[in-house]
């Protein structure tokens, strides 16, 4: 079964988060990633890791695949039903890293809400090549806070 181009999914934008480190389009440093929303209601990105990502020579930085996954849970919780209204920030995090992950080569990045108990959403991503193989998954609880928090200094 071959997978739908992420083009034909539905974008997912955000007004308030033009700086964010992961999507944000004006972070100059960020990773500007674009999610979309497929046909299951989770949230998908295809990417390409420039150098400036590197770890070891020729991979991508594990920190960064960990900001990656966690970019991609937080936006999976914006894709569900309710997640437009949620502002959820990560209380705990796990990274598998099972293959290296190559810089320059064409990444797809998928995350999903797996549930959702009260203030708690727990989610889980992947991070794969364009063969299917999985390079690095991750599981997280992010908490949802009240959006005024967000502006309070």
Known sequence: ??????????PLSFDDQHNCFGCGAHNRIGLRLRFFVDEQGAAMSTLRMPRRFQGPHGFVHGGIIAAVLDEA?????????????????????ETEYLRPTPLGAVLTLRGQQDRVEG????????????EGQTLARGTALFIAIERQAEHKH
């Open 119 to 130: 203030r708690k959403h727990f989610c889980s991503a992947t991070l794969s090549n364009q």
């Open 1 to 10: 079964m071959q997978k739908a181009p992420v083009s034909t999914f539905t």
């Open 73 to 93: 849970m937080s936006k999976a919780i914006h894709a569900s039903r309710e997640g437009a209204k949620v502002m959820a920030l990560t209380r705990k995090m």
